[in-house]
């Protein structure tokens, strides 16, 4: 169950979907890239309504926010998809390492 799983695996799976709406973006395939990014709120939303602190919360609701603004709204600003990247790169090693892999 999603709301079990821990705060880290949540989001390095968020971090999937966000790479695979990138991805399918670059390889100019709208749809696949918005389903992707369809499943990543999907995913973001499930991961709000998990045991999390209050700052744990925010930082989720923050997440959602830049995401979806980036995404929807072509943001041209400090986010770019190698933010992205980067951003759920460090989440997936991390996971990965606590995880043993």
């Given at each position: 169950?999603?709301?079990?799983?821990p705060l880290l695996e949540q989001e390095a799976n968020i971090g999937s979907e966000v790479h695979r709406s990138i991805s399918w973006r670059l390889r100019n395939n709208p749809q696949y890239s918005k389903t992707a990014?369809?499943?990543?709120?999907?995913?973001?939303?499930l991961t709000l309504k998990s045991?999390?602190?209050q700052l744990q919360r925010n930082e989720i609701?923050?997440?959602k926010k830049s995401w979806s603004d980036f995404y929807l709204l072509k943001d041209s600003g400090k986010l770019t998809n190698e933010y992205w990247e980067e951003f759920f790169?460090?989440?997936t090693y991390k996971y990965a390492i606590r995880k043993g892999k």
């Amino acid at each position: 169950m999603w709301i079990n799983k821990p705060l880290l695996e949540q989001e390095a799976n968020i971090g999937s979907e966000v790479h695979r709406s990138i991805s399918w973006r670059l390889r100019n395939n709208p749809q696949y890239s918005k389903t992707a990014f369809d499943i990543s709120l999907e995913l973001i939303d499930l991961t709000l309504k998990s045991n999390l602190s209050q700052l744990q919360r925010n930082e989720i609701l923050r997440l959602k926010k830049s995401w979806s603004d980036f995404y929807l709204l072509k943001d041209s600003g400090k986010l770019t998809n190698e933010y992205w990247e980067e951003f759920f790169y460090r989440i997936t090693y991390k996971y990965a390492i606590r995880k043993g892999k």
